[in-house]
């Protein structure tokens, strides 16, 4: 990437040290490069995910003024950034010191390591820096073609659904290796080249007017549901436009790529997190460094009153994993966060990290120590993180109602939605649909319909969402 | 490089589009604003910055729980009550944030410029004693006129030394944008003059706990400001319902009261501790006042007009009053002060409806820079 600078001949020879050390140890990556940036330049390239070019989009300024804000204000800096690919990029901060770039590099090769071998990260798309500029390049010949004002607010819809994915389909679709995947992209991929047939890439592309489509929707058919993939079924069967289709498929594939990172966030950091504390301190650092390490690494991993550090968390689960006798390369391949927690915590765990169950209390607004034990401490990390800590909503009928409606659920597992933003993503969805969209839901363990044609919203109580919605209220009431 | 910055410009700049109601009004109705937290020996300071958050499918309220860590009993209330669950830990590996301390002089340098805050000008016959004049600091930006060439060279050198670049035998140091340092010219004037704050609060049973915590927010960033601004301050913090009384800081921001009202009280006491301890001809005297905006009787708000109008106002810089709204307050005391002494430019009313309205009527209190 032309992005970042090169690195000056000292941190070469060091990033070349640290990655014979790191291999030593075990470790096993796609070749890291690192790149090195100017601060104000890292809040650009951390606002854009860590991506050098993306899409248009005001968000991006959104998060950018945030980090920058924070920057200046000198209330938080980024430390590095990596990102999933092959080859692994990785930019380092010029501002930082020697013993802060060494730290960066070591825990650079852990991540670089897991995202290699990380089971969920397998059908990650890893050469994702080419993705994501050919994404951009798509959305700025589109805003080009029919206006930026009508292709961003499309693209706003799009985001805002991006969270209506199945975060465990990729690692399924590639074990079944199945056609369904490919069908989608296919759709896509016709849009694609009847867009570019019809619009030419060059000044031709300017040229208003209808045009034919080749890519038409197609019936869904039994097998596609029940889905959690719900943006997948959009982009499959609605009646969009044809770069309508391609934008909506361009956000699920970057859903897709994120999702992985969301899944495994403790135990990537904690990965991480425990082999730049290894290799720094076997070998790596000089004797005059290390207090200064030791001062960098116990901010990273520091706990405020009462929260949890996922740095912490996750060195702590792996160093009581090794001290238990597991494989810690193994643990790292085959788990999630939520089934390493559920391998790794048991009461020793719970009780040595001083973990606990907090709750608010309505009354002074403040949270309190509610419970000790391991067991119910557990439950609710597993809880919080099950489903990438998203609520689950599954589509199960795409004509539920006669008129073409498409029927969702909300799994409940005894956590409400917030019912008026639960209203406005309906009405996006309906909008893009083009016909009605229901939610089934509980709210505190009442059974509710929520309804949209695009523009109105009703509720209506109903018996059914009681079954199809399986909260904790109906299974306790049974 | 540089790149990054410049492409990042636009979407920024829409961005700011967007917050201003430039563009996509359909936007306007998710704008909201968070904030950035900071913090200050025990005290958590906030930066507010706009958000616009699309809806989604979320958790509702009677999820407020998560798992912890730290020590404390069962039952044991948590110090700080910002606690988040693993679940809201961020989305991207390997982007570590840090946090570091600011402290009080730059905090209140920041309000003055996210507010776009005036330098007080003290009232009297008091002179500023100013420094002004003088190029004797220096700074990482400047006009290429004011560089100083010494100072960037020796850290353009340093620099490359530091990087194994140095090579003796060509020694070429070639500086770049972070090694530029330039001269800056000091001249903030040194306020010699001293102030007293006066933070008079209703406490009666109409204000609860949220108009509180407007009320200390803004008292803190009141407090922040105009200490920057004035070498010698003092502050004096007085609560009243149907009688006032004189307390210290950490009862101001606890202290719980019910009953009925009578602001008068607090003007009279008010005054009396002017009288006695802050004479005007020697202080820059700023009586704030909140309140829920209920007041006993028409007589002793006509009796409050008559204490600001006569004796208050005359000695006082600025007199403020902001009115917290609350569910049972009605509001009336604003309006009979807008009524009675709107036309008087020494005094300033705010009404705030929720946290987001305190940047807000911070400025509008402090913007004449009296």
Redesign the interface.
Same mark, same amino acid.
């Given at each position: 990437m032309a992005?970042?600078?090169h690195l000056?001949?000292?941190?070469r020879?060091q990033a070349r040290i640290t990655e014979a050390a790191a291999r030593a140890v075990g470790l096993d990556f796609f070749d890291v490069v690192f790149e090195m940036?100017?601060a104000?330049?890292v809040n650009?390239?951390?606002?854009?995910?860590?991506f050098?070019?993306r899409y248009?989009?005001?968000?991006?300024?959104?998060d950018?003024?945030?980090l920058q804000?924070?920057y200046d204000?000198?209330?938080?800096?980024?430390?590095?950034?990596?990102i999933n690919n092959d080859p692994t990029y990785?930019y380092l901060v010029?501002?930082n010191s020697?013993m802060e770039q060494k730290l960066v590099m070591a825990?650079?090769m852990g991540?670089a390591d897991f995202f290699k071998h990380n089971v969920w990260f397998g059908p990650t798309q890893r050469s994702m820096v080419e993705q994501m500029g050919h994404h951009a390049a798509r959305i700025r010949s589109f805003a080009d073609a029919y206006g930026q004002?009508t292709v961003?607010?499309f693209l706003?819809v799009a985001?805002?659904l991006d969270?209506?994915i199945d975060p465990y389909l990729p690692l399924r679709e590639s074990r079944r290796a199945e056609s369904r995947r490919e069908t989608i992209q296919s759709r896509a991929e016709r849009a694609r080249t009847d867009f570019e047939q019809h619009w030419g890439d060059g000044a031709e592309s300017l040229r208003p007017g209808p045009r034919p489509s080749r890519s038409a929707p197609t019936t869904p058919s039994s097998g596609d549901l029940p889905t959690f993939d719900i943006l997948g079924f959009l982009v499959e069967h609605s009646r969009l436009a044809d770069w309508q289709v391609e934008i909506l498929s361009i956000v699920r594939a970057e859903a897709y790529y994120?999702v992985p990172?969301?899944l495994?966030?403790?135990m990537?950091?904690g990965w991480?997190s425990y082999w730049h504390s290894h290799l720094l301190t076997h070998g790596l650092l000089d004797a005059s460094e290390i207090v200064d390490f030791a001062d960098c690494h116990a /901010? !990273?991993t520091a706990?405020?009153?009462?929260?949890?550090?996922?740095y912490?968390?996750g060195i702590e689960l792996f160093r009581h994993a090794h001290a238990r006798g597991d494989d810690l390369f193994q643990l790292r391949q085959v788990h999630n966060?939520v089934s390493f927690i559920d391998h790794v915590v048991d009461e020793q765990f719970a009780e040595s990290?001083?973990?606990?169950?907090?709750?608010?209390?309505?009354r002074?607004?403040?949270?309190?120590?509610?419970?000790?034990d391991w067991v119910a401490?557990k439950e609710?990390?597993l809880r919080?993180?099950s489903w990438g800590?998203?609520?689950r909503?599954q589509l199960i009928e795409a004509d539920a109602d006669g008129e073409g409606g498409l029927l969702l659920v909300?799994k409940h597992e005894g956590?409400?939605?917030?019912?008026?933003?639960? /209203? !406005?993503?309906l009405k996006?969805l309906a909008q893009v649909w083009g016909g009605p969209v229901h939610l089934l839901t509980l709210e505190?363990g009442v059974g509710r319909r929520i309804s949209t044609d695009g523009q109105e919203i009703s509720v209506i109580e109903t018996a059914r969402a009681q079954d199809v919605c399986g909260g904790q209220e109906s299974a306790q009431a049974s | 490089?540089?790149?990054?910055?410049y492409?990042?410009e636009?979407?920024?700049?829409?961005?700011?589009d967007?917050v201003r109601g430039r563009l996509?009004e359909?936007?306007r109705k998710y704008l909201s604003t968070?904030e950035?937290?900071?913090r200050q020996g025990k005290k958590t300071i906030s930066?507010p910055?706009?958000?616009?958050e699309?809806?989604?499918?979320?958790?509702?309220?009677?999820?407020?729980?998560?798992?912890?860590?730290?020590?404390?009993?069962?039952?044991?209330?948590?110090?700080?009550?910002?606690?988040?669950?693993?679940?809201?830990?961020?989305?991207?590996?390997?982007?570590?944030?840090?946090?570091?301390?600011?402290d009080l002089a730059?905090l209140a340098e920041?309000l003055g410029r996210e507010l776009a805050l005036p330098n007080i000008q003290p009232r009297g016959s008091r002179q500023l004693h100013t420094e002004g004049g003088r190029y004797t600091g220096i700074r990482s930006q400047g006009p290429d006129s004011l560089r100083h060439f010494r100072r960037t060279f020796r850290r353009a050198l340093k620099r490359t030394i530091?990087?194994?670049?140095w090579d003796p035998k060509d020694p070429r140091v070639v500086p770049m944008?972070?090694d530029q340092r330039f001269r800056s010219r000091r001249t903030h004037p040194k306020p010699e003059s001293s102030a007293v704050i006066f933070h008079m609060m209703d406490v009666s049973g109409s204000m609860g706990?949220e108009q509180k915590d407007i009320v200390r927010i803004k008292a803190f960033w009141i407090d922040t400001w105009l200490r920057s601004q004035y070498k010698n301050i003092e502050v004096v913090y007085i609560v009243h319902d149907a009688v006032a009384k004189v307390v210290d800081q950490e009862a101001f921001f606890h202290l719980r009261e019910s009953g009925g009202t009578k602001i008068s009280s607090a003007y009279e006491l008010c005054l009396k501790q002017i009288q006695e301890h802050y004479r005007p001809d020697n202080w820059n005297i700023y009586p704030f006042h909140y309140s829920d905006g209920d007041n006993w009787s028409a007589r002793d708000t006509a009796r409050c007009v008559a204490l600001l109008r006569e004796e208050i106002l005359p000695c006082a810089n600025q007199f403020c009053y902001g009115q917290v709204k609350s569910a049972y307050g009605s509001g009336q005391f604003k309006k009979d002060l807008d009524h009675a002494l709107g036309h008087d430019d020494q005094i300033v009313t705010t009404a705030i409806d929720s946290r987001e309205g305190i940047p807000e009527s911070i400025r509008a209190f402090l913007a004449e820079g009296r």
């Open positions: 992005t970042g600078g000056p001949a000292n941190l020879q940036l100017d104000a330049d650009a390239v951390a606002a854009y995910g860590g050098p070019v248009p989009s005001w968000r991006f300024g959104m950018y003024e945030r804000k924070g204000y000198g209330l938080s800096k980024i430390y590095e950034l990596v990785a010029r501002s020697l825990h650079v991540h004002d961003e607010r706003d985001l805002g969270g209506l994120f990172q969301r495994t966030k403790i990537n950091e991480a /901010g !990273a706990v405020a009153p009462g929260q949890l550090n996922p912490k968390l966060d990290n001083q973990l606990f169950v907090y709750q608010r209390n309505s002074t607004g403040k949270n309190m120590v509610v419970d000790r401490i609710q990390l919080e993180l800590g998203s609520p909503i909300h956590r409400d939605l917030k019912l008026d933003e639960a /209203g !406005a993503q996006t505190e | 490089m540089g790149g990054q910055v492409r990042m636009r979407d920024r700049a829409r961005f700011r967007i996509r359909d936007l968070s950035l937290l900071g930066i910055i706009p958000q616009v699309l809806p989604r499918f979320r958790y509702g309220d009677n999820s407020g729980e998560g798992v912890g860590q730290g020590p404390g009993d069962e039952g044991d209330q948590m110090d700080g009550d910002g606690a988040e669950g693993a679940g809201s830990a961020g989305e991207q590996p390997g982007q570590h944030i840090l946090e570091v301390e600011v730059e920041m530091a990087s194994g670049e944008r972070d706990r």
